[in-house]
């Protein structure tokens, strides 16, 4: 979609809809922002019209509505989510990490690594900065933190890795039910393609039962299989292809990383996906 010229409105102005509004301004749109609270995107400059209320604007009466991630909207409500907004103009390959818990350690273990093997990489998303903030940025690749609410309605987000942690009770005020909140983040692997890498938690049953057609990976902390990421004793282990390609003994992990050895291997494994060195997965797990 082309938005120059066009009249947009933004609903929700925390960080992710303020992100969304300014990256519509340099796309040349004209930028309606709603939010139930006055004050919010008040650093937002005079090309943005402000506009708050009980109830937003018709949506209607704009050419497209942009929806910030915790914005309550009824099922059928025709809006593109930022994070597609934001997809649709990053140049760089996508890494994304879901699940209940240790997205934030995992993505920020994998930019690590990445940085550590040369690549020029930019970490946001649920964490921190928002994807629409991060198109601007020169980048190799975007690692990005994904929740429920960003990936429910994304339709043009694309990650070249996927990472599924687990599923757990948690927003069940959002989503309907636990069933509602998996299909939520099982948007993640349908968003892929068969050229694309899916990094699975083995020991989680609902990781193991998405369906994907990128090739799997998996990682588990009980068993060891032929491939993916796995404890051996106290070693962690990636074996590729046949062939050990990583060895790291758990003491000698960092002091943030020795507590999660299931997030450090996620992390590896789409860290390998998306071209980092064994050293730089190294050097990143030992600190």
């Known amino acids: ?134 198109v601007e940025e020169t980048a190799d690749v975007v690692v990005a933190e994904l929740s429920s609410f960003q990936l429910e309605r994304a339709t043009r987000l694309h990650p070249s890795v996927a990472v599924l942690l687990n599923l757990a009770p948690d927003h069940l005020d959002r989503h309907a039910d636990l069933e509602a909140y998996g299909r939520a983040k099982s948007r993640l692997a349908a968003l892929q393609t068969e050229s694309d890498t899916l990094v699975v938690n083995l020991d989680d049953a609902w990781a193991r039962r998405v369906p994907a057609r990128a090739q799997r990976v998996g990682f588990t902390l009980d068993g060891v299989p032929d491939e993916g990421g796995f404890l051996d004793g106290k070693d962690l282990v990636v074996r590729e292809a046949g062939a050990e390609r990583l060895r790291i003994s758990r003491e000698a992990l960092g002091p943030g990383v020795r507590s999660w050895p299931a997030n450090a291997l996620a992390a590896a494994l789409a860290a390998f996906a998306a071209g980092a060195s064994v050293a730089g997965v190294r050097e990143a797990l030992e600190c």
Do not use: W
Not at 38 to 44: M, Y
């Open 1 to 134: 979609m082309t938005y120059a010229q066009r009249h947009i409105l933004v609903l929700g102005l925390g960080r992710s809809g303020c992100a969304a509004s300014r990256l519509l301004v340099r796309l040349g749109a004209r930028v309606t922002g709603y939010d139930r609270d006055p004050a919010c995107g008040a650093e937002l400059g005079p090309e943005v019209e402000r506009v708050s209320g009980a109830a937003p604007p018709d949506l209607a009466a704009f050419d497209a509505v942009v929806a910030s991630p915790g914005f309550p909207l009824p099922a059928d409500a025709d809006v593109i989510p930022e994070v597609d907004l934001a997809a649709a103009q990053l140049e760089a390959p996508l890494v994304g990490v879901t699940g209940t818990n240790g997205k934030s350690t995992t993505v920020e273990l994998i930019g690590d690594m990445l940085q550590r093997s040369g690549q020029r990489v930019a970490v946001g998303g649920n964490l921190g900065t928002p994807l629409s903030a991060l």
